[in-house]
């Protein structure tokens, strides 16, 4: 039982024959090895066991584990080369000097299926720890493969933006900003100002929707700008963001529609930045660069970090490949005339911002990505909120991969199908919802580890730790340069954020996977999913 050394040294050798000795069980080591299993040959096999027998009287040899033809075939001839020696075959209970019956006893009758629940429990065990095992490699394994390909692509974007930049100083179209507004009155002032004092050449109109506030949203926009010649204020009733942007868009004069949240603040060469790229004739529309505005406790720096490096650093890579997927609500541009083509902001999906990038991506358009167009958001400050919002934002990415799912591979859609959709439904939805198994590895990990340690002792304990650790720390270093990698992209960006990395692997990232299982559960049940609008707390602050 010790792959051929009968003196067993390893923990892995000597724990297994101290359980069994302490409840009773003799253990037969052997001295002889046929080597039978690397199938020299028949005669080899033979050769070899006889040169050995100075050595020892148990013999190895293997009924399974491969094709076993040359032990059978060496068998027979073995046998009569030993009994022509004078050699005697016997069982180890008569070597040993007892009855097979003291040696091996039978299975009581009442302990048979103590027995099989015994097999079936370690069985299920061993294949839990098996899956676990492999799962927890392959998506080591792979994101580590696409943290290598993502952040290529983006130095390649960051390279080229800062050689060439967008040189279309000449593109100064005519602008709409709109501004859909849902209970914003403490934020809908300081949104528009950051509107008004945008360094654009061109004309540019602000639309203010408001979706029918119970509060005081309309009267705070109207007592500050309702005499102002750039700013539009309306008023209806209340019917979801989908149709406040429909609302502005249909009293939009601009060439360009500009939509925000009404919690962003934009910095002054945001509406320039976002412009520019639909100089191009082949862009329909432009994902901005957006930021959280409000780093006021550990919930919201977390999301600082995600924002720079799981949504800004992809959208550099992805704008190489023309694969972005979601324009976000917070800062983006689009091409007027072709969003009223496709029929505006439709209201089936949660995520209308990424339903409508999608639907420009089926018509041929490229979607650019402008980092310089930085739009700062209020992030939700508590865990309650940040599920809240995951959870929409989640049940909306489900809607818009299910909506779209006829183009995925589809031949036509070029990297739509092949490359967008993919990353959408694996890394989006589907490895969020199996990540938990390798939080789970690490923690089944610590609890059989402290089990073994309670039962025999530190040493083999400790070796099987360190293994794990190493594991689980080669993933979350994983995890800590691509949030480096993306921060350094990024020069106005506090590093020292990167090291909240480590503390958001156990909390953060477990909302996270929550979220998408729900929504999942959400989409198989049938359920309802409602906006679910955040309470604002005007805790934006733009960086000098």
């Known amino acids: 039982p010790y792959f051929g050394d009968a003196e067993p040294t390893t923990a892995d050798e000597l724990v297994p024959v101290g359980i069994a000795s302490d409840r009773g069980y003799l253990t ?9 299993w690397t199938e020299p040959g028949v005669r080899t096999i033979i050769d070899t066991t006889l040169a050995q027998l100075p050595r020892g009287n ?6 399974g584990g491969g094709d076993r ?5 060496a068998l027979g001839p073995l046998i009569d080369s030993l009994r022509a020696r004078g050699d005697t075959l016997v069982l180890v209970s008569e070597l040993m000097g007892v009855s097979r019956a003291e040696a091996m006893p039978a299975l009581a009758a009442r302990s048979a299926l103590a027995r099989a629940v015994e097999l079936a429990s370690f069985g299920s065990v061993g294949v839990l720890e098996w899956v676990l095992y492999w799962v927890f490699l392959l998506a080591l394994v792979i994101g580590a493969a696409r943290l290598c390909f993502i952040t290529v692509l983006a130095i390649v974007h960051r390279l080229r933006r800062h050689q ?8 100064r179209p005519s602008v709409s900003v709109i501004v859909p507004a849902y209970n914003e009155e403490r934020v809908i002032v300081a949104t528009v100002r950051s509107l008004l004092g945008q360094a654009y050449g061109g004309e540019l109109e602000v639309v203010v929707v408001d979706d029918g506030s119970p509060d005081g949203t309309y009267e705070a926009a109207m007592a500050e700008f309702g005499t102002h010649p750039r700013v539009a204020i309306h008023r209806k009733p209340n019917g979801g963001k989908a149709s406040a942007l429909n609302y502005g868009l249909e009293r939009a004069r601009g060439e360009i529609v500009i939509c925000l949240d009404a919690d962003t603040v934009f910095t002054p060469d945001t509406v320039a930045e976002l412009v520019a790229p639909l100089a191009d004739p082949t862009v329909g529309a432009v994902a901005g660069n957006a930021k959280v505005g409000n780093r006021v406790n550990i919930v919201t720096r977390w999301q600082a970090i995600e924002y720079v490096t799981s949504q800004n650093l992809d959208r550099r890579a992805f704008s190489l490949l023309d694969c972005i ?6 800062v983006g541009a689009w091409r007027r ?20 990038t999608l639907a420009i991506r089926r018509e041929g358009y490229s979607i650019a990505y402008a980092d ?11 865990v309650r909120a940040l599920a ?3 959870f929409r934002w989640s049940f909306g990415t489900l809607q818009c991969a299910w909506k779209h799912r006829d183009v995925l591979f589809h031949r036509r859609a070029g990297s739509l199908g092949f490359v967008a959709l993919p990353n959408v439904w694996i890394f989006q939805l589907l490895f969020p919802v199996i990540s938990p198994v390798a939080d789970l590895m690490f923690l089944w990990s610590l609890v059989s580890v402290w089990m073994v340690k309670q039962q025999h002792g530190a040493t083999y304990a400790l070796t099987t730790l360190d293994q794990v650790l190493l594991f689980y720390a080669l993933f979350l270093l994983v995890d800590w340069l691509a949030a480096m990698v993306a921060f350094l992209m990024e020069p106005d960006e506090d590093k020292s954020l990167t090291w909240l990395v480590f503390l958001q692997r156990f909390v953060y990232r477990q909302v996270m996977y929550w979220v998408v299982v729900r929504s999942f559960l959400a989409a198989v049940r049938g359920h309802v999913v409602g906006w679910g609008k955040l309470e604002r707390k005007a805790t934006v602050e733009v960086p000098a």
């Open 325 to 330: 997927t979601v324009v976000p609500g917070a």
């Open 58 to 63: 148990v013999i190895l040899m293997h009924d």
């Open 164 to 171: 060439h930049g967008h040189d279309a100083e000449w593109y």
């Open 372 to 382: 310089a167009a930085v739009g700062y958001t209020e992030a939700p400050d508590t």
């Open 337 to 356: 005339e072709l969003v009223e083509r496709i029929g505006g902001f439709s209201d089936d999906t949660l995520a209308e911002d990424q339903d409508l």
């Open 388 to 390: 809240k919002q995951r």
């Open 69 to 73: 033809t040359q032990t059978i075939a």
């Open 28 to 36: 037969v080591g052997l001295h002889i090895d046929s080597e039978d």
